[in-house]
């Protein structure tokens, strides 16, 4: 009994992943949302980038270069 406990143990603690970039840890919802309605504002502005502050152009720019389907040459 003690065997198959330690074995089921193992399998467990193996298969756990404390890898930040895993799919199974949560984000933090909050600045999430904070984020989506910085962005929101930021698109209805898109149309004239000239307007923009430079705060705003960032977030416009990160987000559009998120949306790109260029490769990800900083890794």
Sequence with gaps: MR???IFFLTLM???????EDSQY???NSIE???NQKNLKKVLKKADDPTSMTLEEYEIY???Y???S????ISK
Excluded at 13 to 19: A, D, E, G, Q, T
Excluded at 69 to 72: R, T, V
């Design 25 to 27: 840890w949560t984000e």
């Design 13 to 19: 603690l193996s298969n756990c992943s404390l890898n």
């Design 65 to 67: 270069t998120k949306k």
């Design 61 to 63: 720019i990160d987000d």
């Design 3 to 5: 065997l198959i406990s």
């Design 32 to 34: 999430t949302k904070s």
């Design 69 to 72: 389907k260029y490769p990800d």
